[in-house]
């Protein structure tokens, strides 16, 4: 399998990164960052990008991949409703455009728990709505994960936000996941599919074990 990475700089894809590239059903990674990802590793390219608006649309070296598991943004705090937007609506959605139609690809994107289009919150209401028009994207399938609390991979440095206080949601029944789990999930929907497109903590729990 090769994967396309967004987001090795944040927590989230950091830690999909590293779990992906332990993974024996990934063959290759092309982590797409504004910045490079101080991780090296034989089955890593890294396509350096500053503005993933600028991306042309079917870009030559986003073609040849599998699946693309969409981990970058960033919360909305102190940001503008239209800032905000921009960032999750717009360039995912320039994102996918650039990868162009592929009728084997697989989308996966990380939107978190809570994203719903009927919330009051206009966090919320955005990656719902990021999350149904990738479904109206030209792929095999879209897929909208949303974990809740997570624990980091071995060997992760970034752990800025949730990250650093994953511990508060372990003892929750049913709220948290691993950053392995959640990598795991991402492999078996590109590989096997599922039943559901919008992917919530139980869900996860269920796909990682089809790829141990």
Known sequence: MRVIITGATGFVGEGILLA????????KVLSVSRRPSGISHPKLEEY?????MTLPLDDPKLQGYDGCFFCAGRSNIGMSRADYYHLSYH???HFAAAIGAQPNFVFIYVSGAGTSEHSRQFWSQTKAKTERELREMPFKAAYGFRPAGMKPY???K???????????????????????QVAKAMISCVQHGYNKHIINVKDIDILSKLCE
């Open 20 to 27: 992906s590239l332990d993974r024996p059903e990934i063959e």
């Open 48 to 52: 350096i990008v500053e503005d993933f």
């Open 91 to 93: 360039i995912t959605m």
């Open 154 to 156: 071995k060997g992760q």
């Open 158 to 180: 970034r752990l800025q936000g949730w990250g650093k206080y994953h511990w508060l949601f372990t003892w929750i029944p049913g709220f948290s996941n691993t950053i392995e």
